[in-house]
């Protein structure tokens, strides 16, 4: 089994920024991809960012690119965030995944929320 516990979220103007961190825990296995998703009130969960286990490829969502930044951590396990220049349109619970990529299987963090309003 594998545990992901985030933090980081919270209430943020916009045009400010938030690191979201996540660590992993349990069964890792070398080899797994590492990503952000996020569900907003009313719509589908949707990639925001992900980031190969090497750390040399990352991709974003259209809505990230230039504003997001995906980086990780392998000695620590983690996986961090950092978004700048945050918009209203952003608020939506960011969740934390790691896919393991022997077996396809894909497993989510609890989520946090992240809140943009003036």
């Known amino acids: 089994q594998v545990q992901l516990v985030e933090s980081g979220g919270g209430l943020v103007q916009p045009g400010g920024s938030l690191i979201l961190n996540c660590a992993a825990s349990g069964s890792l296995l070398s080899g797994n991809t590492m990503g952000w998703y996020r569900q907003a009130p009313g719509k589908e969960r949707e990639l925001v960012a992900e980031i190969s286990s090497g750390g040399g490829n990352t991709r974003y969502a259209d809505s990230a690119k230039g504003r997001f930044t995906i980086s990780r951590d392998n000695a620590k396990n983690t996986v961090s965030l950092q978004m700048n220049s945050l918009k209203p349109e952003d608020t939506a619970v960011y969740y934390c995944?790691?896919?393991?990529?022997?077996?396809?299987?894909?497993?989510w963090g609890q989520g946090t929320q992240v809140t943009v309003s003036s």
């Open positions: 995944s790691l896919l393991v990529i022997l077996n396809m299987r894909r497993y």
